[in-house]
């Protein structure tokens, strides 16, 4: 299968700081990836959908100036988390679509804010 | 609206068969996906079916009735690592994701 690579892995930061995280396709081009996040026991939860060199597209609900999406390439799209808070602490998951079938995902990254 | 329904928990015995149930409501569909989530980790590929019919790959095998909204997750020869959430997510009108809230499958010895 197809191979995404999401960075770091887990970041712990302090409250009011921001926090980049990296999503990439390594093996193809993605015109379409996807932002999720998931609380602990729960489903994941879409936040937005990032289309390479256009604007991301947000769900309901989800704070786009805090959640800062950048789909500046085919194979790189980044979630800032801008000003985190400790209840931003959550896992963080991006996908990559692959033609507009299959979709990948990232490893994930857990975020911790103290 | 759009809806994905599966249960919430099953349980079922190291070496059976167990079946895991997906029932949707979507604007559009363009193909539904079954993921394998372990705990604290991301969501991992498992199948991808568009078509109506069984899917087979392994142990895992993966059906699809369009016209029931209806799709089943089987799993054959069931191993202790099986034990894992399994997501129902289907793509629809504008290849966007619709999740389920996931099946959590506890295996016992």
């Known amino acids: 299968g197809a191979v995404v690579s999401q960075h770091p892995s887990w970041v712990i930061c302090k409250s009011g700081t921001s926090v980049k995280i990296e999503c990439r396709s390594l093996?193809?081009?993605?015109?379409?990836m996807f932002w999720y996040r998931q609380f602990p026991k729960q489903s994941l939860m879409l936040m937005a959908t990032?289309?390479?060199?256009?604007?991301?597209?947000?769900e309901q609900g989800v704070e786009k100036d805090k959640f800062l999406i950048n789909h500046a390439s085919l194979t790189l799209s980044t979630l800032t988390v801008t000003s985190a808070h400790p209840e931003d602490s959550s896992f963080y998951i991006c996908?990559?679509?692959?033609?507009?079938?299959?979709?990948?995902f990232g490893q994930g990254t857990r975020l911790t804010v103290v | 609206g759009q809806n994905i329904d599966q249960p919430t928990e099953m349980t079922a015995t190291e070496g059976a068969i167990v079946q895991i149930n997906c029932t949707y409501q979507?604007?559009?569909?363009?193909?539904l996906f079954w993921y394998q989530q372990h705990a604290g980790e991301a969501p991992t590929f498992l199948s991808y079916?568009?078509l109506d019919g069984l899917e087979e790959k392994g142990r895992f095998s993966s059906f699809l009735s369009r016209s029931k909204g209806y799709s089943y997750l089987l799993l054959k020869e069931l191993q202790m690592k099986d034990s894992a959430s399994y997501l129902c997510?289907?793509?629809?009108?504008?290849?966007?994701?619709?999740w389920g809230a996931g099946t959590k499958l506890i295996i016992k010895p």
């Open positions: 996908s990559a679509l692959r033609g507009n079938t299959e979709a990948f």
């Open positions: 093996d193809f081009q993605a015109t379409t």
């Open positions: 990032s289309n390479e060199g256009s604007k991301a597209t947000y």
């Open positions: 979507t604007s559009g569909f363009n193909g």
């Open positions: 079916n568009v």
């Open positions: 997510a289907v793509s629809d009108s504008n290849y966007q994701l619709i």
